[in-house]
């Protein structure tokens, strides 16, 4: 993954956040704020700076904002055990673009695995506010970005053993579960593995 990556400067020393099991997503409320103005208004409320771990343009472009391994400050009970990401725009009012939210997508699988991670929330579903906004696609980026776990995309070279022995099945159980009549499999073959 691309990051842009900003030397941002941090009023506290931050806190470890370890080991995250939740992505909470949100929107900035603003259509055109960056994660510099982002960082200075969390600042501006006494915080060490920038709550979110990520930030997404609306040109899909993914900026570093809270070091990814300490705590962030964009979910209040939830910091400790979650990574924030927020996405530039005013979703009560706009829709979100096809590039940033491909960006969102990539960037939670690329968490999702790194973490093990299974839970996507909105801020709004842990929390009584309207962030991150009525027209954002929750239900869609989680059903994309979770998806990818019960699901395998044969590589070139895979076999059906070398699936079979990776994922802890026999190789009559993923015949099963894919509707194979052969052991004949090709690259880009998107397979059952639940
Ligand atoms: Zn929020």
């Known amino acids: 993954m691309n990051f842009i990556e900003h030397d941002l400067n941090f009023k506290n020393k931050l806190k470890k956040l ?3 099991s939740m992505i909470v997503i949100h929107h900035a409320a603003h259509a055109s704020a960056n994660v510099l103005d982002v960082h200075r208004w969390h600042k501006q409320n006494g915080w060490s700076g920038i709550g979110y771990h990520f930030y997404i343009g609306k040109d899909g472009q993914i900026h570093k904002g809270r ?7 964009h979910c209040k009970d939830y910091n400790k ?7 530039q ?5 706009e829709e ?7 960006a969102l997508i990539g960037l939670c699988q690329c968490l999702c695995d790194k973490y093990s991670i299974s839970t996507i929330k909105g801020h709004g579903e842990l929390k009584s506010t309207s962030c991150p906004g009525l027209n954002f696609p929750l ?3 989680r059903q994309r970005v979770l998806r990818m776990f019960d699901n395998y995309i044969v ?3 895979d076999t059906l053993w070398s699936i079979a022995r990776h994922y802890n099945l026999t190789v009559l159980r993923l015949m099963e579960l894919n509707g194979l009549k052969d052991s004949l499999i090709y690259p880009n073959q998107i ?3 639940i």
């Open 96 to 102: 979100v673009n096809k590039i940033q939210l491909d």
């Open 139 to 141: 239900m869609k980026v």
């Open 155 to 157: 590589k070139a070279g």
């Open 191 to 193: 397979l059952k593995i």
């Open 81 to 87: 055990v979650s990574l924030g990401i927020c996405l």
């Open 18 to 20: 370890n080991k995250p």
């Open 89 to 93: 725009g005013n979703f009560q009012l």
């Open 67 to 73: 070091p990814e391994n300490s705590i962030g400050a």
